[in-house]
């Protein structure tokens, strides 16, 4: 059985009937030439990354479906997508089940604890951090700098 995944970027200014009716017409091109669509999922209105033909934004659409050993994604279902006007970008890929099998699930996390919360202070209170720890400043001894440099410098 052969894999694939189908991502399109749909144009933005596309009603909700549109939308659907584009997403409904590529899933049945597909299935009329032997593929089952097995997955859709759709994301409305994203912020592309750069413009494409003059869009700064698109509706996202993202299909799984799968075929027999033998069929391989038509050049004709290739030419639909390019040349639908409604369809901004398209990008096939096909997917081997041994690379599914290679993809490890992500770790599971326990997420950390909610720092308490701090109290308000008043508008008269001061806040007190702890004890201070006050240091004198210890007098320098010139002639024993002097002695120090000289060691230094010869």
Known sequence: MKLYEL???????????????TVS?????????????TASKTKERER???????FTEGHMVSM????????????EAEAYLRHNENILR??????????LKKIKPLPAFEPRPFRPERKPVAAGET?????EIKTEPVPL???GVDKKLEELLK
């Open 7 to 21: 991502y399109m970027v749909l144009r933005p200014d596309l009603s909700e009937a549109d939308l659907g009716k």
């Open 25 to 37: 017409e590529a899933t049945d091109f597909c299935s009329k030439n032997g593929f089952e669509v």
């Open 48 to 54: 592309l990354p750069y413009p494409v033909k003059h």
């Open 64 to 75: 799984d479906f799968s075929g027999s050993n033998e069929s391989v994604f038509p050049e």
């Open 90 to 99: 398209h990008l096939v890929m096909a997917k081997s089940e041994k690379m």
């Open 127 to 131: 806040i007190t951090r702890g004890p």
């Open 141 to 143: 001894d010139i002639e």
